[in-house]
């Protein structure tokens, strides 16, 4: 085994009930109250995430809204607000990465550091994950749980000790083999509730039981198994995965009751091309294929597409979503959206010296507009279809 001191470094932070954090730090009035973020309790969702004292009443993340509102009729029930979070988010992970280029964010509130090489420049990761949770707090007015390990298992593991507000590290496989020995065998990366149920057959309950029947455990789950017993080891090979530009981007809508009106739908395809549209230019790309998801009423998806040449105009990306929505089944739908595939920062066209100069006016009207958008918001400017639209949508039970 490796010594203590060249073992890597791995930092994990996860902020605390981030949405819910978020609107508590602005607005204080909702501070020490059952807050709970997602749908609605007269719409069809489930629970985004909810604050502290909700979770006192059984309420957890991917809850269903009605069960969550069965446990807490008294909460406070609030929709997302995806771009205030956006926001927080690009902030909080603005102060992870001044300690490394290696990261990897799973989510807007939750990331791993790989600090191996670079730990000796701040005195530590220790030192490093202190200074985290420090300038969180300074600089943004949130909390979050940093746990130190030698891998990402470890490191997980250790965010997760002493939440809320925590700071835990975990830096050899022995303390890790100590900590989790009494535990579920859920507690090992990748043991879920299926896998746990295999388990017991065994008659394994925790993870010290694992280390007792190694042999059983790969009789029964084979190489799933060995990959089991390494983990409970405290062996987790994962290298982080430094981010990479989407090879696509989408959006999608879900209703809460399902739509039977074509037209309708059509309509929530004009804003969702829009908005599609704003986020592609805003990182100056182009798409090549466009495609529509669907889901039915009764849970059946499907998806249509279409390969030609690069746009990244929302008329362009409407008719097409629109011409792909005729095609299809004309069944109740739950949910539909679009996804923009092929990017390229390049549109790539073969144009007439007449097409030409047209493209040039539309590029710089679209530049303008752009520009527009960033400084003012993107609803800065609406077309007469995309007002139609909306106020449709708003009308809509």
């Known amino acids: 085994m490796e010594s203590h001191e060249k073992l890597p470094r791995i930092v994990h932070i996860d902020m605390d009930a981030f949405f819910a954090a978020v609107e508590i730090r602005d607005n204080p009035d909702l501070a020490g109250k059952p807050l709970i973020i997602g749908a609605l309790p007269t719409q069809r969702g489930v629970v985004a995430t909810c604050s502290y004292e909700a979770r006192t009443y059984g309420v957890r993340s991917a809850m269903s809204i009605k069960e969550a509102y069965r446990r807490c009729p008294h909460g406070i029930y609030m929709s997302p607000n995806g771009h205030k979070y956006t926001q927080a988010s690009r902030q909080i992970q603005k102060i992870w990465t001044d300690y490394t280029d290696l990261y990897e964010f799973i989510s807007l509130d939750e990331g791993f550091l790989d600090v191996t090489g670079s730990a000796h420049l701040f005195g530590g990761a220790t030192v490093i994950g202190h200074e985290i949770k420090h300038r969180v707090r300074i600089e943004t007015g949130l909390t979050c749980s940093v746990g130190i390990g030698y891998s990402m298992m470890s490191a997980k593991l250790a965010s997760e000790e002493k939440k809320p507000d925590g700071f835990f590290e975990i830096l050899t496989p022995k303390a890790l083999q100590e900590l989790i020995i009494d535990r ?130 929302a008329g362009e990306i409407y008719k097409t979503a629109a011409a792909l929505l005729d095609k299809v089944e004309k069944q109740p739908i739950r949910l539909i959206g679009i996804s923009l595939g092929n990017l390229a920062e390049t549109p790539e066209l073969q144009l007439t010296l007449f097409d030409h100069e047209n493209s040039e006016e539309e590029d710089r009207l679209g530049s303008a507009l752009l520009e527009l958008q960033k400084k003012h918001g993107r609803g800065i400017i609406k077309t007469g279809s995309q007002l139609r639209a909306e106020k449709r949508i708003e009308d809509a039970p």
Do not use: W
């Open 184 to 313: 579920s065998p859920r507690v090992i990366y990748g043991v879920g509730a299926k896998t746990a149920e295999e388990l017991q057959k065994l008659g394994i309950k925790t993870v010290g039981d694992i280390y007792a029947n190694r042999q059983g455990i790969i009789s029964l789950l084979g190489n799933n198994g060995r990959h089991i017993l390494d983990l409970a080891d405290g062996i987790d090979t994962r290298k982080i995965t430094p981010y990479t530009e989407p090879k696509s981007m989408g959006r999608e809508h879900t209703f809460q009751q399902d739509i039977t009106d074509f037209d309708y739908l059509k309509d929530v395809l004009l804003l969702i091309a829009q908005r599609l549209s704003y986020d592609i230019r805003l990182k100056g790309l182009y798409c090549h294929t466009i495609t529509v998801k669907i889901t039915y009423y009764n849970m059946k998806q499907i998806t249509r597409a279409k390969t030609g040449i690069a746009t990244n105009k």
